[in-house]
């Protein structure tokens, strides 16, 4: 069975200070992983697609890099507006379903 | 920018009852997806359908659920007899190719809250 497990579960930190976030996973052939950020009541919103170790993208703030065991969530710099959960999503087999981790709380203060 | 929409925002119902809970997907996408978070836990899989069929389904779509496409535009989710445990924010998505594109983007609604009482 694919898992996926984020951590920390809750970040907090003060604006301007940087910091990673971590999504580790055991899948059998992964075809795509995926960060997405979700805010409370809100649909997730998609963030980027990982498809290969060594693959790294960035948007903004933020910038997504992945290994063969683990893709990290880098945020350079939050600001407020970062607060938000971010979840990590693999897509295996036929590519139909996206497995989700937990997510990982973000909070980024005054 | 183009969004998958989802009615209604919140629903409250009674233990037993049947529910429909609909989606409009992005106009040009071909392939739609329910997934369903219940309070504090993951955002779980349910079904894909493509070509008005059902392609994938999970241990959680059980007989209780069906989904359906009545005409070009909707897709719905129906709940037969609902339990106290499903009770979850229901997310539909869709997505314009069934395997995955350069962005692999799947397009999220913003959900539509279920409360089986």
């Known amino acids: 069975e694919d898992q996926v497990t984020q951590s920390p579960e809750a970040l907090r930190l003060q604006e301007g200070e940087s910091s990673s976030l971590n999504c580790s996973y055991t899948v059998s052939g992964l075809r795509g992983l995926f960060w997405y950020r979700q805010d409370p009541g809100k649909g997730p919103e998609f963030l980027f697609t990982?498809?290969?170790a060594g693959e790294e993208k960035e948007k903004e703030r933020l910038k997504a890099t992945l290994t063969k065991k683990e893709s990290f969530l880098h945020i350079t710099a939050p600001k407020p507006e970062d607060s938000a959960t971010y979840l990590c999503a693999v897509l295996t087999g036929g590519g139909n379903k996206l497995t989700f981790g937990t997510g990982t709380q973000l909070k980024v203060e005054l | 920018e183009p969004e998958v929409t989802q009615t209604p925002s919140h629903q409250v119902t009674q233990m037993g009852q049947e529910v429909i809970l609909r989606c409009v997907p992005i106009s040009n996408h071909l392939y739609f997806y329910w997934y369903r978070q219940i309070l504090g836990q993951k955002v779980e899989f349910l079904v894909s359908f493509y070509n008005n069929e059902i392609s994938e389904k999970s241990e959680i779509f059980d007989d209780q659920f069906s989904v359906e496409r009545p005409d070009g535009s909707n897709f719905t989710l129906k709940i037969r007899s609902t339990k106290l445990e499903d009770s979850a924010m229901y997310f539909c998505?869709?997505?314009?190719?069934?395997?995955?594109?350069?962005?692999?983007?799947?397009?999220f609604g913003e959900g539509s809250r279920l409360t089986v009482l």
């Open positions: 990982l498809y290969s």
């Open positions: 998505a869709s997505r314009e190719t069934r395997q995955v594109s350069n962005t692999g983007e799947l397009f």
